[in-house]
């Protein structure tokens, strides 16, 4: 298969529980389908590249409901000690699929203004700049999506607890290019949130 030679791997994140929401909000009805699937389709569009989604709690009805031979499910069994787990997780399955993958990105299930096009801009920056990171630009701070050249990929892998990507930002501040995300602070943690969204 093709994805398998594939040099950008794009992890959705969507392990959490969604504790301050009180239900999953990777199964929020939004488009005329989830806000996770939403996610998805979008990193579908993008060329070369392949696409795994990290899940944890209630993994079977999200993985049932997002049932797409073209995406890859990695079960995060330590999904309650932090996203660091999931993103460990994401980067292990995701050199299991490609050992010569070069890149990834980090993406979350809740960022429901988030487009194919922005996947895209992070890949074009971090290739014109030659940076090592390039991560998406809103509400004066740097997050996700967020890419990581293969370098960085270790130290991924040795994050803990709550500690997310952000970390690596901060520590390698010269080696990262900003790509604005217009509408990226918008995320989905209440109730509030997704009646804002929808109305």
């Not at 239900?23 to 070369?48: C, D, G, H, M, W």
């Amino acid at each position: 298969m093709t994805k398998f030679r594939n040099k950008t791997g794009i992890i959705i994140l969507a392990a959490g529980n969604s504790s301050r929401l009180g239900r999953p909000k990777q199964l929020l009805e939004y488009k005329e389908s989830t806000l996770l699937k939403n996610t998805i389709s979008e990193a579908l569009k993008v060329e070369n590249c392949f696409v795994i989604v990290v899940t944890g709690f209630n993994h079977y009805f999200i993985e049932k409901k997002h049932d797409l031979p073209e995406i890859t499910f990695s079960f995060n069994s330590d999904w309650e000690s932090g996203m660091s787990s999931s993103i460990i997780k994401g980067i292990y399955e995701l050199l299991l699929i490609n050992p010569d993958c070069e890149q990834c990105i980090l993406a979350v299930c809740d960022q429901p203004f988030v487009t194919s096009s922005v996947f895209e801009s992070l890949i074009l920056e971090a290739s014109q700049t030659n940076k090592g990171i390039a991560a998406s630009a809103y509400s004066e701070t740097l997050g996700t999506p967020v890419l990581f050249q293969k370098k960085y990929f270790q130290e991924l892998q040795e994050l803990k607890g709550h500690e997310g990507a952000k970390k690596l930002l901060n520590k390698y501040a010269n080696d990262v290019v900003s790509v604005p995300f217009e509408r990226g602070n918008i995320d989905i943690d209440t109730e509030e949130d997704y009646f804002k969204l929808i109305s």
